[in-house]
């Protein structure tokens, strides 16, 4: 018996096991007919020791087992599994466990004879005053199955002490209210049941001091007052009220008995229970959801919304979300006739989903031959007149059965129905309620944390955040956010995309791991997010689990579209999913429907949950030739986007250009990490230019240093492998020849970026050396007949830059060369920009006639383009030399006043400060300090 203070026999005599580890084994077998997995079993005893070792430890044991086992074959193994053998043992654990299920099958928890049964069963707490401290993860499997077995067994005392009250037994229905107040004594429904016997038994007086007692400890323990009718109860003892009417505030409605005459659905045996008696459990509160549950609720009470339907991808606390919602709804009172939860996840065929409704309803049907009407005619006669709310929990796998939501719809306009599903029903009249993962942290560490390295408040604000502390708590009470742990949470939840389950599921391996050593293995692998928790269902208990079931739920044609979305990095376009995975806009639909990608509005991007993108990369890397072709397109296309915008970063679509390349950053980093390893030198030369011009603009440097660094490497060791240098025909010669000029002219483009984001970190003598490197190479790819007048403009600009703080002279040389260059090209923005830094190095020498003369000229060339970005930039500069000398102050105050409004318009913060300084100093000059 493993129900209160266990014990161990055999034959009739008590079995003494000395060693604790024996009987605790012993005990989590006895607790389940079906058989523990070896894997379970070394985790809940040696959960810090490697697999291998477990498993050895788990081979004694056994044999212990065995010898400790006075009848032979009581423990059955296989190589993967252990359980003692059913046929000669008794549990009694096992016993309610089954009562329980048969019950479920006959019609709920009302059946007399099974529910006494299970009942006398239950001898106190499962394995009371069993406590394992030292197996921190049997100690977790206990509490869980503890609390569980508590659970149910309080349920089925509810339900039986309803049906004796029904049967006017009040003497035994006040006995076991009694003992459902010795477990629960805050349970309100047990105080309203034992008032209620106490009257119906004529002991009023006991039943008033019982209400006092109740009224009492909700206020002490709770702090809140007894609910709407615990106090009609009271009332109507107080006025003497008789049992027929006292039995309105705990018993379900009654319908008429069933008899051999009544054979419809109207004419049931079946109790209708109260509203307050048709909802599971909740078990924690919702967490993050305040806004959803608001939305839910406006919904629910909108006649014209009768059919809402909660759909997302597995994971993301649909059904969560769909129970609190409706124990909303519930206290409200806004459904009179009752609030129904319909479980059809075991369901298998469409043809179930009428009598599983018909279970949740507890409404028996006629069949046979002298009954015309099907149970789905006699279930509509039921609901027609009715108003209430139906909840139908994963609909997904029932989909072709959808058409009896629709009828219900129909035929009783008073009930509403509540659908949870991973897929859209797509019926007529349904509205969609999409459910994405908890916000959270998207930078590391967030913005407010940034600024105050003590403090974890801008952390926990994020659900995401809470659910995990929340979730870790359960199992290690001291678990804290903390500052040096912080980061590592953050990086959780970013890393499992703010999804529900999986923060549950990460946060169980607290009692083992460090924050930081769950997210190492979340990111090495989705096996990791799983865990043993009792009240989940076999699809919850892991990850890979879930994401297998939604696999199985695409058509070939999502699954091909799916895993080629894996591609993506950090979203996509319409565009590029269909050029780079051929996606049409009916398979995006039929996915966005769905919520397998989501679609923002406001961007115009499309993008996947992480680990569901993280579960399609393994489908795509599965198939090497899919996945080599990917990368192809992939790779192609992005560095041609490049190509295609980089000129438009210097025009009047700069704005729009530089956001859809700033959107599209992991990917761009994707594909120029492909060509670089794959060293497509065509496409590089297609994208250096705007990747460079992209991260100069953001001023990104260490993501400009990285990219760079990456392709100077491998050209580096391109231009020292001579093995494709060498050809016998002169033709070949002049090919190899200009081959290796060009791959010379891209490497020194790339030591001339490199330079330009090594100077944004400050070191000057490391940007000299990659510059005087490009230069060198620039002279050997022009030696083998290869133009490179761009590129050493390019770098002579760098150089200006380099030494502008230490040696003007050399550095107005430097950007003279690189203008007269881009002359000879005809580039009108490349001479535009390097026009505007001579005009401001002639500034800094004190030319200021030369320098503004320069300046006017690259301010009209750029508003000429319409750059209005350097428009601006230059406008400061001449608005900075005419306060040089106080020369014109009132043609700096203009020229300052007109560079700050571009700046504004730009959102560029950088320039706004440094221009709204030069207009302060114009103002202050001018005597004009107010402004």
């Known amino acids: 018996t493993l129900f209160g ?73 296989t190589p993967s599994h252990v359980q003692l053998n059913q046929a000669q043992i008794w549990s009694d654990v096992v016993a309610f466990k089954q009562l329980l299920a048969e019950s479920e099958h006959a019609s709920g928890l009302a059946q007399p004879q099974t529910a006494e049964l299970a009942l006398e069963l239950y001898g106190g707490p499962f394995l009371d005053g069993i406590s394992t401290p030292d197996l921190p993860e049997y100690e977790l499997w206990l509490e869980t199955e503890r609390a569980w077995l508590e659970r149910r067994y309080l349920e089925l005392l509810a339900a039986h002490t309803l049906a004796l009250m029904d049967e006017a037994a009040f003497a035994p229905a006040l006995e076991l209210s009694r003992r459902h107040l010795a477990i629960d004594e805050l349970a309100e429904d047990a105080h309203r049941r034992l008032i209620a016997c106490y009257a119906a038994v004529g002991e009023r007086s006991t039943a008033l001091r019982q209400y006092e007692h109740c009224v009492d400890l909700l206020q002490r323990e709770l702090d809140v007052a007894p609910m709407a009718e615990t106090v009609a109860l009271h009332q109507a003892v107080l006025r003497g009220a008789p049992w027929a009417e006292l039995s309105s505030f705990v018993l379900p409605a009654a319908l008429q008995p069933v008899g051999q005459q009544s054979t419809t659905v109207n004419a049931t045996a079946a109790l209708l229970p109260a509203p307050n008696d048709h909802l599971p459990h909740e078990p924690l509160p919702i967490i993050g959801r305040r806004t959803e549950l608001a939305a839910l609720a406006e919904l629910l009470t909108d006649p014209q919304n009768r059919l809402i339907t909660i759909v997302g991808v597995g994971g993301m606390g649909k059904s969560r979300l769909a129970l609190a919602a409706a124990h909303e709804q519930r206290d409200l009172g806004n459904f009179p006739d009752g ?64 058409d009896v939501v629709v009828q219900i719809e129909r035929a009783a306009p008073g009930v509403h129905l509540l659908v949870t599903s991973r897929k859209v029903l797509g019926v007529h009249g349904e509205q969609l309620f999409p459910l994405n993962e908890l916000p959270y942290p998207q930078t590391d560490p967030p913005d407010a944390m940034a600024t105050n390295g003590d403090d974890t408040t801008a952390a926990v604000a994020y659900p995401a955040v809470q659910l995990f502390l929340q979730s870790a708590q359960r199992s290690t009470p001291r678990f804290h956010l903390t500052t040096e742990n912080q980061a590592a949470v953050v990086r959780i939840c970013q890393l499992v995309g703010g999804m529900p389950l999986a923060l549950e599921l990460a946060a169980s391996w607290v009692t083992m791991l460090s924050a930081a050593e769950i997210g190492v293995e979340i990111a090495g692998s989705l096996d990791f997010l799983e865990a043993e928790i009792h009240d989940l269902p076999t699809r919850h208990q892991s990850v890979r689990a879930l994401l297998d079931v939604v696999w199985q739920q695409l058509n070939a044609a999502e699954r091909a579209i799916f895993t080629r979305f894996a591609i993506f990095q950090g979203g996509f376009t319409r565009q590029a999913v269909h050029e780079v995975a051929g996606a049409s806009l009916h398979t995006l639909r039929s996915l966005t429907t769905n919520l397998l990608i989501h679609y923002d509005e406001t961007h115009g991007r499309y993008s996947s949950h992480e680990l569901l993108r993280t579960y399609g990369v393994e489908q795509l890397t599965a198939q090497p030739s899919v996945y080599r072709e990917m990368q192809e397109r992939h790779g192609r296309y992005y560095c041609t986007l490049l190509q295609q915008l980089a000129p438009e970063l210097k025009g009047e679509r700069q704005q729009v250009a530089f956001a859809e390349l700033a959107a599209e950053q992991a990917n761009l980093q994707a594909a120029w990490t492909w060509a670089v390893v794959e060293m497509r030198l065509a496409l590089l030369e297609q994208a250096i230019a705007g990747m460079g011009h992209l991260y100069a603009w953001m001023g990104n440097q260490s993501d400009g240093t990285r990219i760079f ?123 535009a920009y390097a026009t505007s830094w001579l005009g401001e190095a002639q500034h800094l020498i004190g030319q200021q006639e030369a320098a503004i003369a320069l300046l006017t000229e690259a301010r009209s060339a750029f508003a000429i383009l319409g750059d209005q970005r350097n428009v601006a930039r230059v406008l400061a500069t001449i608005a900075d030399s005419y306060l040089l000398d106080r020369a014109d102050l009132h043609a700096a105050e203009e020229t300052a006043a007109a560079s700050l409004q571009l700046w504004r318009a730009s959102g560029d913060q950088l320039g706004i400060a440094n221009t709204a300084v030069i207009l302060a100093y114009a103002h202050c000059w001018l005597n004009r300090p107010d402004l």
């Open 5 to 77: 203070s266990p014990t161990i026999m055999i034959q009739g005599d008590p079995l003494t096991i000395n060693r604790f580890q024996i009987r605790a084994f012993l005990f989590r077998l006895a607790a389940q007919a079906e058989p523990v997995t070896r894997d379970q079993l070394t985790q809940l005893f040696w959960p810090d020791v490697d697999d291998a070792r477990a498993r050895r430890h788990l081979t004694q044991l056994l044999s212990h087992v065995r010898r400790v086992l006075p009848l032979p074959k009581l423990l059955l193994q």
């Open 709 to 831: 660094e990456t392709l100077v490497q491998r050209l580096d060791v391109q231009v020292g492998n001579p093995a494709n240098q060498s050809a016998d025909a002169p033709a070949e010669q002049r090919n190899a020849d200009a081959a290796q000029g060009r791959t010379y002219r891209l490497l020194a483009e790339g030591l001339a970026w490199l330079a330009h984001f090594t100077l944004m970190a400050g070191q000057v003598d490391q940007a000299e050396v990659q510059l005087q490197h490009s230069f060198a190479l620039l002279d050997q790819a022009a030696a083998l007949g290869v133009d490179c007048r761009g590129q050493r403009a390019q770098a002579l600009l760098h150089w200006g830059h380099l030494e502008r703080p230490h040696d003007l002279p050399a550095a107005v040389q430097a950007y003279t060369q690189s203008r007269e260059l881009y002359a000879q090209l005809d580039l009108a923005w490349d001479h």
């Open 339 to 402: 609030i129904y939860f319909v479980a059809l996840v075991a369901l298998t065929e469409p043809n179930q989903i009428v009598p599983a409704i018909l279970r949740a309803l507890q409404l028996s049907v006629a069949i046979g031959s002298g009954q015309s009407r099907t149970p789905l005619a006699q279930l509509l006669d039921f609901l027609r007149e009715k108003r209430l709310l139906l909840l139908l929990d994963n609909f997904e796998h029932l989909l072709d059965g959808a």
